[in-house]
């Protein structure tokens, strides 16, 4: 799973009641242990850094999600800090948002039409 991806999987696990070591040990592994990530690994620098990367990556994510459990309950739980507060931008503001970023697009390809004619 990529990265981007992951994270909108891991708001859901924290809706549904993951605790959020659990999210953490998700976020770091997920990304990190993808079929391509493997693949490159094991076939750039072999069997051994292979499997030495795997296990850093459930280790250390294992670690570090126990340690962030530890740390959230030990300071006091506060879901709000981990749950969005459901709130949208305003259609208004989303749509001139999205018509200045057309304009920068298109100026964009201008500029390196220009940019190509003057080689």
Not at 18 to 26: K, R
Not at 40 to 45: C, E, G, I, S, T
Not at 85 to 100: D, E, V
């Amino acid at each position: 799973m990529c990265a981007i991806g992951s994270i909108l999987i891991a708001a859901s696990l924290i809706d549904k009641g993951f605790s959020p070591g659990a999210d953490l040990v998700f976020l770091i592994a997920s990304p990190a242990t993808n079929t391509i990530t493997l693949s490159f690994v094991q076939a750039k620098l072999g069997r051994k850094s292979f499997y030495l990367y795997v296990t850093s990556i459930i280790v250390i994510a294992i670690l570090l999600g126990l340690l962030f459990n530890f740390l959230w309950f030990t300071l006091g739980s506060n879901p709000q800090l981990i749950k969005g507060g459901a709130q949208t931008l305003p259609f208004s503001f989303k749509l001139i948002s999205g018509i200045i970023l057309f304009g920068v697009i298109i100026l964009s390809f201008f500029e390196k039409e220009c940019l190509f004619y003057n080689y």
